[in-house]
């Protein structure tokens, strides 16, 4: 298993990563293709892992990608997302926002931020979830992807991400807030890149900290997570016959890695913030 603590990385991830700054040759083409695939301006922490591992990053990238061209992967990611069950949340009131001090500008990031991970995290649980399910032997042998809805094309989350800060970059008390962050709906072994993106605004996340809480406290969030999970696992291994067969097939000891590390994300961060972010945005007010 190639996982680390964050504390090892220099970057601040919790993994060792290949980042989007320090990628160079063929792994910076494939994130500038992963970035206009999923049209998001970030290359996921899960990607960026996959790039440290010999060979894994291009195999895995060619299988999928005619289930990208295809559609298939967002029918399914938004298929996903419109069965989930989440509440709309009170609490973060236009009133609110301005009195914690966050401004239009603020908030008008900050819902990129979130809407960029709402759409990937949705995407990389199926697309990810075809390939475990193909390297683990459990796609459902000669039967072809299933028939999927017609997708209509969702327009790129635009916009600049903030600096990916590390713990170790944040005030001590912000960085205590993203880990208590973290921690709630469990599964807290992997960070969540997002909660690092949004702690340029603190008052923020001490809001929606006080906001999903209690949801989580009082169990209702548990249900949720497990249900994205057992889905996104499903829906996955639906279309995993859907992926194409590159030549070059990585050795057993990085196939070993690669099933450990998707197994990880998307039992853990992935599948949790799919139930996560959902909850935050319903609370917003609309932005003027």
Known sequence: MTATSASATASGDPVATNTEAEATGEIADLYADIRATL?????NLIWRHLAIMPGALPWAWEALKPLYA????AAQANALRNGLDVP??????????????????????????????????????????????KLQGTSAAGEPAPVVPEVIAESPVVG?????????????????????????????????????????????????HTLIAPFAADGRLEPVILN???????????????????????????????????????????GKMIAIVPLIDRALPELD
């Open 39 to 43: 049209g998001v301006p970030v290359v």
């Open 70 to 73: 295809a559609g298939t992967v």
């Open 88 to 133: 709309s949340l009170a609490g973060l009131s236009g009133p609110t926002l301005a009195a914690a001090g966050l401004s239009k500008a603020d908030l008008t990031q900050i819902v990129m931020i979130q809407n960029s991970y709402e759409r990937s995290n949705a995407l990389n649980i199926i697309a990810l979830g075809a390939l475990l399910a």
């Open 160 to 208: 600049r991400m903030p600096a990916l800060l590390s713990l170790a970059e944040m005030p001590a008390e912000v960085a205590r807030l993203v880990q208590d962050l973290n921690r709630i709906g469990d599964r807290d072994e992997i960070l969540a890149s997002m909660y690092r993106h949004l702690s340029h605004w603190p008052p923020y996340l001490a809001l929606i």
């Open 228 to 270: 994205v999970i057992k889905e996104g696992r499903r829906r996955a291994g639906e279309i995993a016959n859907g992926l194409a067969t590159p030549a070059t097939m990585p050795g057993e000891e990085v196939q070993a890695d690669m099933i450990a590390a998707l197994s990880l994300f998307i039992d853990g961060p992935i």
